[in-house]
């Protein structure tokens, strides 16, 4: 074997495989428009890896059981508000059931914040959904997210909230877009249980044998009107001659069995939310 030809192979076999890996670096930065969401597997390199120590939170929304899309969230110090180009990834390939940030009023399955305040971020998320069906929003994966920061699903029609971290949020939501509904927050759970009946010392409950709603008021509050939604949001019950006494019953018969929410409004515009079940 010729020494200088084998020399000269050894060297453009190393200098290719340079080549393939400074390519590999180059784009490690650019926007994700293939919606791949990046993983530990593929930040490896021939050099010592720098930690990562941002926090990442992945979440899953599954629509009948079949449709499936994980979006992801990081924080890093580099990022905006806005729209970051290398760090924010747009959502491509839309499907007819599907989640994704919102920023801009554009969709994106990757998004990159500043920083977390536990009292005022709030990201909003776009839903849509083709025809009537299940919905599941779960937590997928947590990266390096302090103990201290809540994972809060709000929903801002219903007024309620869900600590997925305890548990998924699971619903039927009729076909449409929801822009405005769904937000990501990051309030402790602990902050966000302390119940509004308490303050007012109002309390309600679904008595099943008689198929009716009890309401007990003991300060005697001024109550204008209560609502009943299914917990696809759609109002069932709007009971509007509220009776003004410590202890009062309304029938709210016909319902199928399922979760339902319960709105009461008072005359100095508090809202009291709870939910019911009925079997």
Known sequence: MNPIKSSINTISFFMCL?????????NSTAENENNVLPTDEMNISTETAEVDDRPKIRLLFTSIGIINREILLTVDERCTDGYDWGFDGHLNDVQVDDMSWLINEELFVIQGIGAVDTEETSLPLNIQKSAVGDVVIAIQ???????????????????????????????????????????????????????????????????????????????????????????????????????????????????????????????????????????
């Not at 119940?195 to 099943?208: I, K």
């Open 141 to 279: 994966s947590l990266e390096n997210v302090p103990d201290e920061w809540g994972i809060i699903l709000y929903d801002t029609e219903l007024g309620m909230h869900y600590d997925l971290r305890s548990t998924n949020y699971e619903a039927t939501l009729p076909a449409g877009i929801y822009q405005d509904r769904f937000v990501l927050g990051f309030q402790n759970p602990s902050a966000l249980s302390i119940d509004d009946n308490e303050e007012n010392q109002l309390e309600f409950y679904y008595e099943m044998n008689s198929d009716k709603l009890v309401v007990l008021n003991p300060t005697n509050s001024i109550l204008t009107n209560i609502e009943v939604y299914n917990i696809s949001g759609q109002l069932v019950y709007n009971i509007k001659d509220v009776i003004d006494n410590i202890r009062s019953e309304y029938r709210i018969d016909n319902l199928t069995s399922g979760t339902y929410i319960v709105r009461i409004n008072t005359n100095d515009n508090k809202v009291i939310t709870k939910k019911i079940i009925v079997n």
């Open 18 to 26: 340079l080549l393939l890996q400074t390519s590999f670096g180059q």
